[in-house]
């Protein structure tokens, strides 16, 4: 007996040789930490200081006694409330899991942190459209119940009434400890039939999207999970790749801050996605006090300062050459290391990298570079609206308003890739529910002041203020109908019997669109008759530049001959073909606007594009068009052009292969010509129409050339494209017959293709 009772006696836990949580230099060293204290074995065989955290051990949980009372005094408290005839509270967020009744499934957070907060998820969207979120109006109101000091229940998750989400009879529960269902199975039960997705805390840290068919919405406890993986750092490893690789040359602190002013003064404001005072104040941080920050990293210095190098005249013998690569190359090295743990910042630095291979003709890297930029912007949410996060208290008001900055310019940049290469976008916009509105321009935010700045560090131009945020969402806006008018106009494949009618019916709808928004534009943002005593910013004057070559692009399917546009009147296709040049007219006025006040030698790489859509349309014109007044215009506006890509190339490398297509078409199309009789000088001032000059001179050899096209002799006296003509009249067209068969897709590339053409300005035989 006494046996019995002596084996029934509790024993002493045995103690054991190490402990669960070692000190930092046994953590450190990875070997095993025997506790004991002040000093463990292992410190005092090295000679240092032993140091426990025990307060930031994220493996120590509370006791499952405590749990199991906690528990309990929960569900007591459910059946007064339900027996006293009070509603019982909302059940607790998805992402903080209560304990069952029965005690299966024990919590794993520690009780040193407070839990997380809720993680809202996204409202699905299915019918949302671009002309939604970014509309005239500026607002869309959505129904969503996320308004300031709405609580975020799980009615709101999923809802009662929805059918994919099972209804569970508890009527007949043989609960005996209360009478009050407990909510945990049901809440499991919700989380496994749901269809939304939402922001996730992952491995690495940071918020990333996932939906609700990758199953880590399930009680996903995001960094304690336990498949932990070994992420690289630009940081540690970043120094021995650059110098593996040749690039790891030490860069001067003030090389890098003037090819950073230049970016932002420059590259930066046309297309927004870094804000500079975020940007220098993370920079100081990070370099003095060796701080990590998600929104900078050497990866987006390196890309500015690539783009920036592309901006100054200036050299450095002790870098390689060419400067631009120099960077890009380093920014690319190290992005390959970032891209384990990827930031805001990484996004940022894809969509500048996409940018510069652009502008050195590397358009299959750049085509790459900006669909990462809008993978992983997807990738971290930042395609969703931010405001129920902040509400949530899940990211600052600052975060919120950077997430919108970096998806403004994601979202611009990808629209702007589309037009350039003529492909399809990266991510369609009924997956966006981020929403800009002109009241976010101005939040009560000191003005902020732009100033020219190049490498002689001073211009004599007045300090102007400077308009960047509302630029950037009426970026957003203009590019947001850039979609259907790619989809609808030029189609990657036959998407249905759609006639020319049809076409031009929607061409019109989407110009009054356009001109909605031209019309809505606020004060700092319009361009009035471009008064040549009026100072506008460069930035400005470049989204006009994209108004216009959306308007041309919209249009320039009905630049042809009549025969090719069957069931359109003449005044129709005459209507069509006047939009379209008079935007080109118009551009290459603000290019003389821009040249006349800053020169060409600086200006956002995505221009090269604008004008070469323009120059297109003027040097069909010039060509092919049988009103004389037109084609001298369009020789006038032809050489404002092609003026302008030629200075465009000393910077970017685009802009001289777009020159040298334009010389092939109009070889092309002067080639065709039927006659050689020579026009009067276009640029001569001075003279009067019909009138000899008084002194002959020889002509350069840009107008020698340029001298050398067709007119028409049945056209004289036409002012227009036709409107003095009836539609019976078998003479009515805007070109020579001779160029019936003849498109400007055709001759564009043909063009594009067979590059050894004549450089500008060609030489005489």
């Known amino acids: 007996m006494s046996s019995q009772t002596s084996s029934s006696d509790p024993q002493p836990k045995r103690q054991g040789k190490h402990v669960t949580t070692a000190c930092l230099g046994c953590r450190k060293r990875k070997i095993k930490c025997d506790g004991i204290t002040p000093r463990c074995s292992n410190c005092v065989l090295y000679g240092q200081e032993c140091v426990f955290q025990h307060g930031v051990d994220k493996r120590k949980i509370a006791p499952k006694e405590r749990l199991q009372a ?44 407070p839990l997380p907060q809720s993680f809202p998820p996204v409202t699905p969207q299915p019918d949302f459209g671009i002309s939604e979120w970014h509309g005239e109006s500026g607002h869309h109101v959505r129904n969503a119940p996320f308004v300031a000091g709405n609580h975020l229940d799980d009615g709101y998750f999923y809802s009662e009434s929805s059918p994919d989400v099972p209804h569970i009879d508890s009527s007949n529960s043989d609960l005996k400890t209360t009478t009050v269902p407990t909510h945990s199975e049901d809440l499991l039960l919700d989380q496994l039939s749901g269809r939304m997705g939402s922001l996730q805390i992952a491995e690495d840290g940071q918020l990333r999207f996932y939906g609700a068919t990758s199953n880590l919405h399930i009680l996903h406890n995001g960094p304690l999970s336990l498949s932990r993986s070994k992420f690289r750092s630009p940081s540690e490893q970043g120094a021995d790749l650059l110098s593996g690789a040749g690039v790891g040359h030490f860069v001067d602190q003030s090389i890098e801050d003037h090819l950073l002013r230049l970016y932002f003064t420059w590259e930066e404001p046309s297309i927004h996605v870094v804000d500079e005072s975020i940007f220098w ?30 901006l100054t005249s200036r050299t450095y013998p002790h870098l390689p050459d060419p400067l631009s690569d120099f960077f890009a190359t380093r920014s690319k090295l190290l992005l390959e290391l ?64 950077i997430r919108k900055i970096i998806w ?12 350039y290469v003529g492909r399809p976008v990266a991510l369609d916009d009924k997956h966006i529910t981020v929403q800009f509105s002109a009241e976010e321009a101005n939040p009560g935010r000191v003005p902020r002041y732009w100033s020219p700045y190049d490498d002689s560090e001073a211009i004599d131009l007045p300090r102007m203020v400077d308009s960047i945020d509302e630029l950037g969402i009426w970026n957003v806006k203009l590019c947001g109908h850039m979609t259907a008018i790619r989809e609808t106009l030029y189609p990657d494949g036959m998407t249905g019997p759609t006639n020319a009618r049809q076409l031009y019916q929607f061409a019109n709808q989407m110009r009054d669109k356009l001109l909605g928004w031209q019309r809505s534009l606020p004060p700092s943002l319009a361009v009035n008759n471009l008064d040549k005593k009026a100072f506008y910013l460069p930035h400005v004057l470049q989204l006009h530049m994209q108004y216009h070559t959306i308007m041309i692009i919209t249009f320039r399917p009905f630049f042809a001959s009549v025969k090719t546009l069957p069931g359109l009147t003449t005044g129709e296709i005459t209507t069509g073909r006047n939009h379209c040049t008079n935007s080109a007219n118009f551009l290459a006025r603000l290019i003389q606007t ?136 078998p003479a009515f067209n805007f070109f020579d017959t001779s160029y019936d068969d003849f498109s400007l897709e055709t001759l564009f590339w043909s063009g594009y293709t067979n590059l050894e053409l004549p450089h500008f300005p060609p030489q005489e035989p």
């Open 70 to 113: 906690l528990t309990s005094y929960c569900q007591q408290l459910e059946s007064l409330l339900i027996a006293n005839g009070i509603d019982i509270p909302p059940p607790p967020p998805l992402h903080v899991q209560s304990v069952s009744a029965d005690n299966q499934a024990v919590s794993s957070w520690p009780v040193e942190t």
């Open 281 to 310: 104040r993370e920079r100081m941080n990070c370099k003095a006090a060796g701080q990590v920050s998600m929104l900078y990293s050497e990866v987006l210095t390196n890309a500015m300062c690539s783009v920036g190098a592309t």
């Open 338 to 401: 970032e891209m384990d743990a990827p930031t805001l910042s990484t996004v940022q630095s894809l969509v500048i990298l996409s940018a510069v291979e652009a502008l050195l003709t590397r358009d299959a890297r750049g085509w790459l570079d900006s669909g990462m930029a809008v993978r992983l912007a997807v990738d971290l949410g930042l395609h969703l609206d931010p405001e129920p996060y902040v509400q949530a208290g899940l990211i600052s008001c600052e975060e919120g308003m």
């Open 408 to 419: 403004s310019g994601v979202f611009v940049h990808d629209r702007m890739w589309s037009l």
């Open 594 to 729: 821009y040249r006349r006040q800053y020169s060409l030698r600086r200006i956002n790489v995505q221009a090269v594009h604008l004008v070469f859509t323009a120059t297109l349309i003027h040097v069909f014109t010039a060509c092919a068009a049988t009103d004389p007044i037109r084609s001298n215009s369009a020789w006038k506006n032809l050489e404002i052009c092609c003026q302008a890509l030629s200075e465009l190339g000393l910077a970017f490398k685009s802009a001289s292969r777009a020159l040298e297509v334009i010389m092939g078409i109009k070889s092309d199309l002067l080639r065709r010509s039927k006659s050689n009789i020579k026009r009067q000088n276009p640029w001569s001032d001075a003279q009067e129409a019909g009138t000899a000059p008084s002194k002959k001179r020889r002509p350069t050899n840009a107008e020698s050339d340029l001298l050398q096209t067709h007119q028409s002799p049945q056209s004289q006296g036409s002012s227009d494209f036709g409107f003095n003509l009836s539609e019976a009249d």
